[in-house]
T-cell receptor, first 109, second 112 residues
Framework: AQRVTQPEKLLSVFKGAPVELKCNYS??????LFWYVQYSRQRLQLLLR??SRESIKGFTADLNKGETSFHLKKPFAQEEDSAMYYC???????????FGTGTRLLVSP | DTAVSQTPKYLVTQMGNDKSIKCEQN?????MYWYKQDSKKFLKIMFS???????INETVPNRFSPKSPDKAHLNLHINSLELGDSAVYFC???????????FGPGTRLTVL
């Protein structure tokens, strides 16, 4: 069965510090990985996906199939990055999204 | 404003009642979803509809009955509400099941 693990419930850093939100997955097929973000009082929105290999708001994530990881990184955190971050995997077949339990990022001034 | 909208935003009700949550999208998408986010912020898919046809049902109790009158709407009806149903319910839509999902603002359901 597919599973997404985000080991940290809360990650607290100071502004300007590097950030890494961890995500590991378990899936027998070819995975498609995403990061979604939910800012306070806002709806969940797509941040980035592994197939596009892009940087959004300074965040990047690389799919490492050997380590089955898709960690989200940003070299210099900003206060406006404070939010709930969800890693998600899309399955083949019915193509449903399986979410991790989320990590709350808190960036302090 | 193109978006996914849900009503109501908040719903407080007693155990045993029946309630509905409505979802509408004006993005022209053909696939819609319902997700449940529990008190620990765990987000899990409940249902998915494509062109008004049910394609995913994640072993949700049959007290939950989704209804899709057309491609733009996916409503969720819940019978005999239980305390454990308290959660935030998110609707989402996408064009096909393989493209980006756009989420609604959520409906916070509290069962007393």
């Amino acid at each position: 069965a597919q599973r997404v693990t985000q080991p940290e419930k809360l990650l607290s850093v100071f502004k300007g510090a590097p950030v890494e939100l961890k995500c590991n997955y378990s899936y027998s097929g070819s995975p498609e990985l995403f990061w979604y973000v939910q800012y306070s009082r806002q709806r969940l929105q797509l941040l980035l996906r592994h197939i596009s290999r892009e940087s959004i708001k300074g965040f990047t994530a690389d799919l490492n199939k050997g380590e089955t990881s898709f960690h989200l990184k940003k070299p210099f955190a900003q206060e406006e990055d404070s939010a709930m971050y969800y890693c998600a995997l899309r399955t083949t077949g019915f193509q449903k999204l399986v979410f991790g339990t989320g990590t709350r990022l808190l960036v302090s001034p | 404003d193109t978006a996914v909208s849900q009503t109501p935003k908040y719903l407080v009700t007693q155990m045993g009642n029946d309630k509905s949550i409505k979802c509408e999208q004006n993005l022209g998408h053909d696939t819609m979803y319902w997700y449940k986010q529990d008190s620990k912020k765990f987000l899990k898919i409940m249902f998915s509809y494509n062109n008004k046809e049910l394609i995913i049902n994640e072993t949700v109790p049959n007290r939950f009955s989704p209804k899709s009158p057309d491609k733009a709407h996916l409503n969720l009806h819940i019978n005999s509400l239980e305390l454990g149903d308290s959660a935030v319910y998110f609707c989402a839509s996408s064009q096909g099941s393989g493209s980006e999902q756009f989420f609604g603002p959520g409906t916070r359901l509290t069962v007393l």
